[in-house]
């Protein structure tokens, strides 16, 4: 480091002076503290608490160590490129990456697995994420029914345990709540970048963009900032004509298909934490196989900003679970393939079989 000017050089000093006693000052006080589950272990790590020098606690009814459970899809998720077996099911790791960034950590819940494997890792969850794809029968529709009707009943049972249910996962919600199994439409929406427009401003408190800053709703509302990636979907009219949807979801925004058809793009639950997107909240950082993807500061923002508000939700959660439980099941114990070498697909995927 050069000092060209005296003064500079004076203050670094005062600096580096001030440092070291403020610190030795401190550490006279210091208490360690043990994370939970690290006592003992020469793993675990100090965190300094310095009295006298006042960090807000963190809020005792929120739970700082959230995990997502993530419900794989059938396949290798890129076109038989990294697994032919009939077993194989996925995870795009971009939904991962999407939750990570967050503040919280994944469980894979690996569809095929036996039922009663699968109920015991949503006692390991803080909330639950339904991916893209393109499966809507057979033990994959099953599954996700039962995550599905198990959501809704932690709910109903006192939990706060929030859903995400992404393109086909809303799409699987929609034919799951409406009893409807063709209650989807087609729509020309594949690979396009779109705008939202937002049905009913009042409706955005206590919803998904909730905290977005004004100025980024309204670019949502007028540039293309978020991926859409869909052949099916639902209009608004029909949401508010089939009563069983209509009672349960209320239409966020709304969105236009390459043929000027209307779709509902974000729905949320009137009575439970769950949040539907036609589109990819978790693209516009993560993936890079398709140009069309936004990738501007905004459209990093949404990401952002969207994962934000579903970890913000699991934090609500009061379901506590075993450290240990939860770090035999984390998705850490399986690793990634890169996929999107061929320049389309995912880029990156957790093949489970
Ligand atoms: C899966 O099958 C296809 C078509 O036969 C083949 O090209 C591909 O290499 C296979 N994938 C793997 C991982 O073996
Ligand atoms: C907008 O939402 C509010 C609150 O949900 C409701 O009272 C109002 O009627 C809605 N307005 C329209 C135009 O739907």
Avoid at 116 to 133: A, H, M, R, Y
Avoid at 163 to 178: A, D
Wanted: proline fraction near 6%; charge should be negative.
């Amino acid at each position: 480091m050069a000092f060209h000017d005296r003064p500079a050089m004076w203050r670094f000093l005062w600096i580096l002076i001030a440092l070291s006693t403020s610190t030795a000052a401190a550490s006279a006080a210091t208490q360690s503290i043990l994370l939970p589950g690290e006592e003992g272990t020469e793993e675990g790590f100090l965190v300094e608490s310095l009295s006298g020098q006042s960090c807000p606690s963190p809020d005792p009814l929120l739970y700082y160590q959230p995990v997502v459970g993530i419900v794989t899809h059938p396949g290798d998720g890129a076109s038989g490129r990294l697994s032919n077996s009939t077993r194989a099911s996925n995870i795009p790791a971009s939904y991962v990456k999407f939750v990570e960034s967050a503040g919280a950590r994944v469980i894979p819940l690996i569809y095929n697995e036996p039922w009663d494997i699968l109920s015991q890792k949503l006692e390991l969850v803080n909330g639950v994420l339904f991916t893209g794809g393109w499966a809507k029968m057979g033990l994959y529709f099953d599954t996700i029914k039962k995550v599905f009707e198990e959501t809704l009943s932690k709910n109903d049972a006192g939990d706060h345990f929030p859903l995400f249910g992404i393109c086909l996962g809303f799409e699987l919600i929609s034919m799951i709540v409406s009893e409807d199994n063709y209650i989807c439409e087609p729509f020309s929406a594949r690979n396009q970048a779109s705008s939202l427009q937002f049905a009913n401003m009042s409706d955005i408190r206590g919803s998904v963009f909730e905290r977005f800053p004004p100025e980024l709703l309204r670019k949502l509302s007028t540039e293309c900032l978020v991926m859409q990636n869909h052949r099916m979907g639902i209009s608004p009219r029909r949401l508010q004509e089939n009563g069983a949807l209509s009672s349960f979801f209320k239409i966020l925004s709304t969105s236009t298909d390459e043929n000027n058809e209307v779709y509902v793009s974000t729905a949320q639950a009137y009575r439970y934490p769950v949040t539907c997107f036609q589109w990819h909240p978790e693209k516009n950082v993560f993936e890079w196989g398709s140009s069309l993807i936004p990738h501007t500061e905004d459209a990093v923002r949404v990401t952002q900003m969207v994962a934000n508000y579903f970890i913000s939700e699991a934090r609500r959660s009061l379901r506590r679970p075993p450290a240990k439980k939860v770090r035999d099941n984390l998705i850490y114990n399986f690793v990634p393939t890169y996929g999107g070498k061929a320049g389309k697909g995912y880029d990156q995927v957790y093949v489970f079989e």
